[in-house]
């Protein structure tokens, strides 16, 4: 089978987990290949995400590595033998690996949390707000690029108006709702529509005001993406040299805190909803 040459966020993410468990164990990548009766490139190959593994190497390697975790281990098998061509495959070679790599990883989640403190966060947004978003970026996106990601982030919101959404919470700061990102009517429109998928059942939406006391927890973006177990929890974050995907258990533990904390000085969903609704009607 030929290497990969670009291994997705997906498959990096299963090839970093199995070099963890091996980590774990103690072993070198040498003694692992010589208990599941393959080279050490193999397995380097393996940890590199640059090959796969099927469901059975996958089960044996657990074994050796004394791994009995059930769940993470048949969480692994299935991300190991999964095969789902999305939607976001038609973006492939048009748009950043990362942004089909947050589609993928998002497809797959058990549930989402964001935090925005200058934006409103992607999954909410109207085609309108994501455009004015995008053309304002520096250096300027070619016309055919920018619709491509205005595009794509609207096919990203399956995951909350599809058939099968997930749960789904948002912590948006004041700033974020007041800031316009576009003129008064996009600013108006983005706001209704914030309101119109906060009332579903899955969706919680929490609001930071600027005279709330005791914020001071975090000022940039923060997203956490649910796996199908804790451990397979990933954090991203967005900076101007790219998009990080974060799965250290210790870095989540900092992204989990962080989140609790913006959590526990917003108002509740109710007061929220009541917020940006005396918002809509000053514009």
């Not at 040498?30 to 490139?41: D, I």
């Not at 299935?78 to 070679?93: I, K, L, N, V």
């Not at 497809?107 to 995008?134: C, K, N």
């Not at 007041?178 to 929490?206: F, M, N, P, W, Y």
Request: aromatic share 6%; charged share 25%.
């Amino acid at each position: 089978m030929a290497l990969r040459s670009e291994p997705t966020a997906r498959q990096m993410r299963l090839a970093v987990e199995l070099r963890r468990l091996r980590d774990a164990a103690g072993l070198t990548a040498r003694e692992a290949a010589a208990l599941l009766g393959v080279s050490a490139p193999q397995i380097s190959q393996i940890e590199a995400g640059l090959a796969g593994v099927s469901e059975k190497r996958l089960r044996c390697l657990a074994v050796n590595y004394s791994c009995f975790d059930g769940e993470l281990i048949d969480a692994l098998a299935a991300m190991a033998t999964d095969r789902t061509r999305g939607w976001w495959e038609e973006y492939r070679e048009c748009l950043p690996a990362p942004f089909l790599d947050l589609a993928e990883l998002e497809h797959h989640s058990t549930y989402r949390r964001d935090a925005e403190f200058l934006f409103i966060p992607g999954l909410l947004q109207t085609p309108e707000y994501a455009r004015a978003a995008f053309a304002s970026r520096v250096p300027e996106l070619p016309e055919e690029e920018l619709e491509l990601r205005v595009r794509h982030r609207m096919q990203r919101k399956v995951i909350l108006v599809g058939p099968q959404p997930i749960p789904y919470e948002a912590v948006i700061h004041e700033a974020a709702l007041r800031i316009r990102v576009g003129d008064r009517a996009t600013s108006r429109a983005q706001l209704l529509r914030v309101l119109e998928l906060s009332g579903a059942d899955h969706i919680t939406l929490r609001v930071i005001p600027f005279d709330l006391d005791g914020f001071g927890a975090a000022w940039s973006p923060m997203m956490l993406a649910g796996g199908t177990v804790p451990k397979l929890d990933t954090a991203v974050r967005d900076a101007p040299h790219g998009t990080g995907f974060i799965d250290a258990e210790a870095q989540l533990e900092v992204f989990r805190t962080l989140f609790r904390r913006v959590e526990a000085v917003s108002l509740d969903p109710t007061r929220s909803r009541d917020f940006i609704h005396r918002m809509v009607k000053d514009l």
